[in-house]
């Protein structure tokens, strides 16, 4: 997705440089849900055909074409590349979810290889805005990843972390989990960075805010921080550490309930994509379009909610052309596939995905020349999120 964060790796970082599908809200029921040996990104397997079917064998050769390109962008230190340009923690932690629900031993290795990356670049000292635990963006430089100095949040940041080391425990061997176990306290102090200050980012409106310096809650980060403390409640609960679950899961309801309190417009029945604006969907896709459908990949309202459907009614009617990915944008919005097919539009859902795979495949790299209503990427968090929807639409018709 064309989000805040890859407008800025394209400017900083290219100029210079079973994952756990959305969780139910507290009250409603569950909604279901090797390595490069260089910088460059690694040849690609053989493809699938296009749009080739939906039958078991077809929806497998998919999935696992795009786990190849993931781990053919991983580097030799388990870094996974944004496109072509460098390392973007947020994004290589929606392309390690992937690689997890398509769930072979490489790709899980893989996954965890980039958890390890992450957490091997962790800055724990604290840096000019105070925080400690965040983590950079990484730009490649003569072949080095050198830290950019900054990140585009800290919510974001943290929440997806903290859902890769949750997912991580659900695939891996017992040596990875206890790997995982020794590594509780620094993931703790991640998750410390979505609660309130001094050492974390959370308003007193129980929202988050981007990061420590820039005071606006975005409801997509919100979203993503809701289902990321949901993850690690989950994780410390198996670890048998109840007092800690306790508390990370009071932190998701209250984010929970903060993002139904002040983010969901009554009057106009629409999300508002921060905590400054009114909703209005009569611009550009992003963000105001984009943001209606984050609660729903994320579990905030279940697929039965009223807000849910309303929203997404209002979103589909403003882009009639979305199965075909006429969105007023470059980039594929492969997570609102995700989201038609939470939505019960499995048939909507997969026309994405084709489209998609028409208009990227054979080479699913970057750059590409422009075909149709896509003019830039196809990139491993992307990759992840496909992974995601072809699992969640199975076989079925």
């Known amino acids: 997705m064309m989000s805040k964060r890859s407008l800025a790796v394209l400017a900083g970082v290219i100029g210079a440089a079973v994952a756990l599908g959305p969780l139910p809200a507290e009250a409603a029921p569950a909604a279901q849900a090797a390595p490069a040996a260089q910088a460059a990104p690694a040849a690609q397997a053989a493809p699938a055909t296009p749009g080739a079917g939906w039958d078991a064998a077809s929806v497998a050769a998919r999935t696992s074409e795009q786990a190849a390109f993931i781990r053919g962008q991983q580097r030799p230190s388990g870094a996974i590349l944004h496109g072509s340009g460098g390392v973007n923690p947020y994004f290589g932690n929606y392309a390690a979810l992937g690689l997890l629900a398509e769930g072979s031993q490489p790709s899980v290795s893989a996954a965890a290889r980039w958890l390890d990356w992450v957490f091997a670049h962790l800055n724990t000292a604290s840096g000019a805005d105070g925080g400690r635990f965040t983590i950079d963006d990484y730009a490649i430089v003569a072949g080095a990843e050198v830290s ?9 940041y943290a929440a997806t972390t903290l859902m890769v080391a949750a997912a991580l425990w659900k695939k891996t061997d017992a040596t990875g989990r206890s790997t995982l176990a020794s590594r509780i306290g620094a993931f703790e102090k991640v998750a410390a960075l979505l609660g309130p200050a001094p050492t974390g980012v959370r308003k007193a409106s129980g929202l988050t805010q981007a990061t420590f310096t820039y005071n606006v809650a975005y409801l997509m980060d919100n979203a993503e921080v809701y289902q990321g403390l949901h993850d690690f409640a989950a994780l410390e609960a198996a670890l048998g550490r109840s007092a800690q679950a306790a ?51 994320f579990g905030v309202v279940p697929p039965t909610d009223s807000r849910a459907s309303t929203s997404w009614a209002a979103l589909t009617a403003r882009w009639p052309g979305w199965r075909s990915n006429e969105l007023d944008r470059a980039e594929a919005a492969t997570p609102l596939a995700y989201a038609a097919a939470l939505m019960g539009d499995a048939a909507g859902a997969r026309a994405m995905l084709d489209d998609i795979a028409i208009q990227y495949a054979p080479g699913w790299n970057y750059p590409v020349v422009k075909t149709g209503s896509l003019t830039t990427w196809w990139s491993p968090a992307q990759a992840g999120w496909y992974i995601r929807t072809l699992q969640l639409l199975g076989t079925s018709r």
Do not use: C
């Not at 950019?148 to 974001?156: I, P």
């Not at 002040?262 to 992003?286: E, R």
């Open 148 to 156: 950019t100095g900054g990140y585009d949040s800290v919510d974001s």
């Open 247 to 297: 508390a990370y899961a009071s932190w998701a309801t209250t984010t929970r309930n903060a993002i139904v309190a002040k983010q969901w417009n009554p009057q106009k029945n629409l999300w508002s994509w921060h905590d400054s604006v009114a909703p209005d969907l009569s611009g550009p896709f992003y963000a105001q379009s984009m943001a209606q459908y984050f609660p729903i990949d």
